[in-house]
């Protein structure tokens, strides 16, 4: 099985798929999964949707990659859409959240440099966080796991403060705060809720100190909580934004998004990819946009998603300790039983989603999953919980 060929750094289960259709995946002994994992909320359309295969095999025959000394006529007509959809100015694209994270940090010091000075370098973020897996998104991240001894030194110039903690704005920021970087759902930390109203004033607070404001929309963006970014639900106006995840369908892809204060900042040379923004992403991205912002779309999201926590909440599982979330994004908190046992169990039988946190059931479906595939996959997540 694959556990025995490609380097295991995940941890992964010894399930090899091979196909997929809409919500629902078959491995290679043609055994079907449903899907509320999405590869981690990246298959925001599903498997096999035929508009986005389509548009990604017509652009193979033109072109999959061209350096980005020019310009494709993809990439530029997708630039155009996503700006003018998100309100912002400018556009770096990736080919990760990582790597668009990493984007933004830069952009954050080198603005801090020109409005501050030198000493102007620090980026605030929040307990329970998490922004990638290089050395500098990893000390970005709120959670000391992520910072294990065996990759020391990190990067300086990262300071942490507890999400929704109103003591915590009095002193976070100060005249070498560069940025305030928010996470909007906290998905690795255990699909945490951000308030809104801490979020704006912890944006006031940090602008009031000089700093711009960063939202971190690399699992939340393009459409997973209901709206094309979360930060339009939580109202703090961020300077720049981060995505990856769904932007692309599948296709490996990111983008960091600036505007006002942070628009300008970047120059040739500052900051490159090779593989940034090539046409067969771009491509692929343009069909989930406008997917995204077809009629009643994302309204779908957000009923569906509060149908999910609905039905679990209706359960009155005593293992069940919590149900929060957005859109279609939902964590279950549960006690007294190990969340990596549930998720195993319920892969044996043929549900997927993730654990987060220390005692989170992770749900991130794909955003046009059917209401009775929804209702399938809940069955099973039932009668494991029930056990």
């Given at each position: 099985m694959?556990?025995?060929?490609?380097?295991?750094?995940?941890?992964?289960?010894?399930?090899?798929?091979?196909?997929?259709?809409?919500?629902?995946?078959?491995?290679?002994?043609?055994?079907?999964?449903?899907?509320?994992?999405?590869?981690?909320?990246?298959?925001?359309?599903?498997?096999?949707?035929?508009p986005?295969?389509?548009?990604?095999?017509?652009?193979?025959?033109?072109?999959i990659?061209?350096?980005?000394?020019f310009?494709?006529?993809?990439?530029?007509?997708?630039?155009?859409?996503?700006?003018?959809?998100?309100?912002?100015?400018?556009v770096?694209?990736?080919?990760?959240?990582?790597?668009?994270?990493?984007?933004?940090?830069?952009?954050?010091?080198?603005?801090?440099q020109?409005n501050?000075?030198?000493?102007?370098?620090?980026?605030?973020?929040?307990?329970?966080?998490?922004?990638?897996r290089?050395?500098?998104?990893?000390?970005?991240?709120?959670?000391?796991?992520?910072?294990?001894?065996?990759?020391?030194?990190?990067?300086?110039?990262?300071?942490?403060?507890?999400?929704?903690?109103?003591?915590?704005?009095n002193?976070?920021?100060?005249?070498?705060?560069?940025?305030?970087?928010?996470?909007c759902?906290?998905?690795?930390?255990?699909?945490?809720l951000?308030?809104?109203?801490?979020?704006?004033?912890?944006?006031?607070?940090?602008?009031?100190?000089?700093?711009?404001?960063?939202?971190?929309?690399?699992?939340?963006?393009?459409?997973?909580?209901?709206?094309?970014?979360?930060?339009e639900?939580?109202?703090?106006?961020p300077?720049?934004?981060?995505?990856?995840?769904a932007?692309?369908?599948?296709?490996?892809?990111?983008?960091?998004?600036?505007?006002?204060?942070a628009?300008?900042?970047?120059?040739?040379g500052?900051?490159?990819?090779?593989?940034?923004?090539?046409?067969?992403?771009?491509?692929?991205?343009?069909?989930?946009?406008?997917?995204?912002?077809?009629?009643?779309?994302?309204?779908?999201?957000?009923?569906?998603?509060?149908?999910?926590?609905?039905?679990?909440?209706?359960?009155?599982?005593?293992?069940?300790?919590?149900?929060?979330?957005?859109?279609?994004?939902?964590?279950?908190?549960?006690?007294?039983?190990?969340?990596?046992?549930?998720?195993k169990?319920?892969?044996?039988k043929?549900?997927?989603?993730?654990?987060?946190?220390t005692?989170?059931?992770?749900?991130?479906?794909?955003?046009?999953?059917?209401k009775?595939?929804?209702?399938?996959?809940?069955?099973?997540?039932?009668?494991?919980?029930e056990?």
């Amino acid at each position: 099985m694959g556990s025995k060929t490609v380097v295991n750094n995940y941890g992964s289960f010894d399930v090899t798929f091979k196909s997929g259709k809409g919500s629902v995946l078959k491995d290679t002994s043609g055994k079907k999964y449903i899907d509320f994992l999405a590869g981690i909320a990246v298959n925001c359309l599903g498997h096999n949707y035929k508009p986005l295969v389509k548009a990604i095999s017509k652009q193979a025959k033109n072109q999959i990659h061209i350096c980005n000394y020019f310009f494709s006529d993809t990439g530029v007509a997708y630039a155009k859409e996503l700006l003018n959809a998100t309100g912002f100015d400018g556009v770096y694209f990736g080919n990760s959240g990582a790597e668009a994270n990493e984007a933004a940090i830069k952009l954050a010091r080198k603005y801090g440099q020109l409005n501050g000075g030198s000493m102007r370098k620090t980026v605030v973020t929040l307990e329970n966080s998490f922004h990638g897996r290089t050395l500098a998104t990893i000390k970005a991240t709120g959670q000391s796991k992520f910072h294990p001894e065996c990759f020391e030194p990190y990067p300086l110039g990262f300071k942490t403060i507890k999400a929704n903690d109103w003591d915590a704005l009095n002193t976070a920021f100060d005249s070498t705060t560069a940025a305030l970087m928010i996470e909007c759902v906290q998905g690795e930390g255990g699909v945490n809720l951000v308030d809104a109203k801490w979020a704006q004033a912890a944006a006031a607070a940090a602008r009031a100190a000089g700093a711009i404001v960063i939202a971190d929309e690399v699992q939340t963006g393009m459409g997973r909580t209901g709206s094309l970014l979360a930060s339009e639900q939580l109202q703090f106006n961020p300077e720049v934004v981060t995505l990856a995840k769904a932007i692309a369908g599948g296709v490996p892809m990111g983008a960091c998004l600036f505007r006002g204060k942070a628009n300008g900042v970047f120059q040739p040379g500052d900051h490159q990819s090779t593989f940034g923004g090539n046409p067969l992403a771009c491509a692929a991205a343009r069909v989930v946009l406008k997917t995204l912002t077809s009629p009643d779309f994302l309204g779908h999201v957000t009923e569906n998603g509060e149908y999910m926590r609905e039905q679990i909440r209706s359960w009155n599982l005593p293992c069940i300790a919590d149900v929060r979330g957005l859109g279609l994004m939902t964590g279950v908190e549960i006690t007294g039983k190990n969340p990596v046992e549930v998720e195993k169990e319920c892969l044996e039988k043929g549900l997927l989603f993730s654990t987060a946190g220390t005692q989170t059931l992770r749900l991130v479906p794909p955003l046009n999953i059917p209401k009775k595939i929804i209702d399938e996959g809940l069955a099973i997540l039932r009668s494991v919980l029930e056990k």
